[in-house]
């Protein structure tokens, strides 16, 4: 299944963005990763199968807000509180982890194709 990812563009710091991803298929455990030219791909957040529990990176606890409407087949991403570091490549997934491989990209088996954000300081 190829995910699709949408919502990215060009924001100044302190704005907010709406990501959004589908499908979602079922019974998959939803992620969002993020990726620079410097930097290897890095674990954002991500929400277990029936949405009852989310994960976040330390990073973005607090500004970025993980949820999912499997009736709309959709897994979003609210970042609020944009930071120029927060700048990368946004990448969907979808994967059956448990709690250890939860933050491993390597634990995710389908992937979109990625949505660029870019926040001016």
């Known amino acids: 299944v190829q995910l699709q990812a949408s919502g990215g563009g060009l924001v100044q710091a302190g704005d907010s963005l709406r990501l959004s991803c589908t499908p979602t298929?079922?019974?998959?455990?939803m992620g969002w990763f993020r990726q620079t030219p410097e930097k290897e791909r890095e674990f954002v957040a991500a929400?277990?199968?029936?949405?009852?529990?989310?994960y976040y990176d330390d990073s973005v606890k607090g500004r970025f807000t993980i949820s999912r409407d499997n009736a709309r087949n959709t897994v979003y991403l609210q970042m609020n509180g944009l930071k120029p570091e927060d700048t990368a490549v946004y990448y969907c997934?979808?994967?059956?982890?448990?709690?250890?491989?939860?933050?491993?990209?390597?634990?995710?088996?389908?992937w979109g194709q990625g949505t660029l954000v870019t926040v001016s300081s």
């Open positions: 997934a979808a994967g059956r982890v448990i709690v250890s491989t939860v933050r491993s990209p390597n634990a995710y088996t389908m």
């Open positions: 929400i277990r199968w029936n949405g009852g529990i989310t």
């Open positions: 298929p079922n019974g998959y455990s």
